[in-house]
Each structure stands twice: as structure tokens, then as C-alpha cells.
């Protein structure tokens, strides 16, 4: 029932008529993706690293550490595009034409990035976190990254700000970025 603005890659997002759940199903869930999301994306192997000129104790973490070594926790958390409403704009503005669908509140299950951060004595001196996705850039070239985007520590500490596993209570979908995702 998405309306896709783009198919490479996909972007799609929900016709308002579907966006009357308090919680929003995975399959209603717009869908933003900047590049291809990875193939075979294996939880039991998949990894976590945190490191960076501010990391005292640079770790890795498999998904299974992540749910022992951390408190689990799940919040409903609202997110959407910062494109959406695009189509409304005059003069219009370049970029998939999102009209008022890129906008959900599934619940997220993860652990709360800041005491990951705290894990690995991340410095007082921090300013940003940056991070990158698994997805595969749409040449195909490995050596190219498909997205790479930073917050702010200010919102990487915030409670709500999660290193996600499961969302509604199931494994997270590939295409809305299994088998982890950032959500802040």
C-alpha cells in the first residue's frame, strides 16, 4: 500500500488514509533509503564498532553483547523524512517528491546509544557521532559509502536515542535497516 517515489533506490512512503495506527506497522513504515541495503545481512554475525579520536576504549560488539551487556529498552518513537512535504514546495525543490507520507511511530527495541558510548569512555571532548550504514552504494563499488551521516553528542546522549534490533517487536525489516538501526 506504499506509494513509491523512487525504486533505486526505494523510497516509498504512506498514503495518509494508512498513517491512523497508534503504532505504525513495518509495512505501513515509509521507506528511505540512500543506497542498497546490504545482502545477507546475518544477525548472529553482525557487528558493531566504536571507535574515533574521542573513544578512549575503542570495542566491537556482536548483537548478542549488545542485548547481554546493556539495559534493553522499547519506546514508541516517531519518525519522518526530513523531505517530507517536499512536493508542497514553490518553487520545488530537488529530491524525491515526498508529499505528506514519510512519517511513522513503530516501537523500537535496542539499547540506549549513550551507554554504549559510555562502555567505550567516549571523551568529554566529543562534539559529534558519526556513522555509517551497511547499505551497498548504487555503483556497486565497495569502496564507495551508499550514506554516512553525524549527530550531535547533545542528542546522541538523550534517552530516547537508540541502537535499535527489533521493531514492533520483530526483527527489523531490510529495508528499514536490519539487523540494527540508529534511531534518534
Not at 533506490?9 to 498514503?15: K, S, V
Not at 517536499?86 to 520545488?92: F, V
Amino acid at each position: 500500500g506504499l506509494l513509491v517515489l523512487n525504486d533505486r533506490p526505494l523510497n516509498a512512503e504512506t498514503p495518509p488514509h494508512l498513517l491512523n495506527n497508534e503504532v505504525t506497522p513495518s509495512d505501513r513504515l515509509f521507506v528511505r533509503n540512500n543506497g542498497l541495503p546490504p545482502e545477507n545481512a546475518d544477525p548472529e554475525n553482525w557487528t558493531l564498532s566504536i571507535g574515533g579520536e574521542s573513544v578512549a576504549k575503542p570495542q566491537t560488539f556482536s548483537l548478542a553483547q549488545l542485548k547481554s551487556e546493556f539495559e534493553v529498552h522499547t519506546l514508541r518513537l516517531q519518525l519522518e523524512c526530513g523531505g517530507n512535504g517536499r512536493a508542497e514546495y514553490r518553487p520545488s525543490a530537488r529530491g524525491n517528491q515526498w508529499t505528506t507520507g514519510a512519517v511513522g511511530c513503530p516501537e523500537w527495541t535496542g539499547v540506549r546509544l549513550k551507554d554504549v558510548l559510555r562502555g567505550c569512555d567516549v571523551r568529554e571532548d566529543a562534539v559529534y557521532i558519526g556513522y555509517y550504514g551497511a547499505d551497498r552504494h548504487l555503483s556497486g563499488d565497495p569502496e564507495k559509502n551508499a550514506i554516512s551521516r553525524g549527530v550531535p553528542m547533545s542528542k546522541a546522549l538523550e534517552d530516547e536515542t537508540l541502537i535499535a534490533f527489533a521493531m514492533n517487536g520483530a526483527e527489523i525489516p531490510a529495508l528499514h535497516g536490519a539487523p540494527l538501526r540508529l534511531v534518534c
